[in-house]
């Protein structure tokens, strides 16, 4: 495996040469917007060359249509480097090889220890595990302290439960008395993460999204809208 570069209208471009037993030349670019050139063992390097720099056109259009996919596309990988938020801090991600499973914060990093460093499917698995872990704690401090502050409203206790979810923030059943929070809230700071709580707090006692509702949500948070606003916008990756 080595890497080089060619030029194209002036741009220096990077690839990954691999030797193998192949017959044909071939390259592909990755989503990550890398580019692998795989040769045979035998090939020499002008031939390789010649190949790469008779496809800069193609690799240039196709590395911009990667990169325009990129832009539009949550992060959803869990790799060292990546930037992560937690509580509403940003972190950075380490993943280091050990033979027993492992994730600490450290200072402005995540780190994340694992056998299996690099099978990124295992790694992502491992850190939602993890968040998720950390989410019910959290969550449950804050649900009691929600339920103290709103309790005058003569509402019970809910249960509640960390879900994974896509487009919701929160969920309410009133006929359970329990309420689903999503795990994604564990990225932002504990002011958002009480934002929802007290939302769903509020379907405890009115279940549409009514005047009143709103009125009831303001007493005890008053901020709501511009908080909610801090949560839409600040903590979307897709993990
Ligand atoms: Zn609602």
């Given at each position: ?168 923030w929160g969920s309410c059943n009133m006929r359970d008395c329990r309420i689903t929070l999503n795990l994604q809230l564990i990225k932002a700071d504990k002011e958002c993460i009480m934002q929802v709580i ?42």
């Amino acid at each position: 495996m080595s890497r080089h570069t060619f030029y194209y209208m002036g741009i220096p471009v990077e690839y990954l040469l691999i030797r193998k037993r192949i017959k044909n030349i071939n390259l592909r670019i990755s989503e990550r917007e890398e580019i692998t050139v795989s040769a045979p063992v035998s090939m020499p390097i002008d031939s390789i060359t010649d190949f790469v720099e008779d496809k800069a056109e193609w690799i240039i259009r196709n590395l911009a249509v990667v990169e325009r996919y990129n832009q539009n596309k949550p992060d959803v990988d869990v790799y060292s480097g990546k930037k992560a938020y937690f509580l509403g801090n940003e972190y950075e991600i380490r993943v280091f090889k050990k033979n027993i499973k492992s994730i600490s914060v450290n200072g402005d990093y995540i780190d994340i220890f694992s056998p299996y460093k690099e099978k990124s499917g295992d790694i992502k698995r491992q850190y939602l595990l993890w968040l998720k872990k950390q989410a019910e704690i959290m969550f449950e401090g804050l649900v009691k302290n929600a339920y103290v502050m709103m309790k005058n409203e003569g509402i019970n206790m809910p249960d509640f439960v960390v879900k994974n979810m896509k487009t919701r923030w929160g969920s309410c059943n009133m006929r359970d008395c329990r309420i689903t929070l999503n795990l994604q809230l564990i990225k932002a700071d504990k002011e958002c993460i009480m934002q929802v709580i007290c939302h769903e707090f509020t379907h405890l006692c009115i279940p549409n999204h009514s005047h009143k509702f709103y009125i009831l949500l303001e007493k005890y948070i008053p901020q709501w809208k511009s908080i909610k606003k801090r949560l839409d916008t600040q903590y979307k990756d897709g993990i």
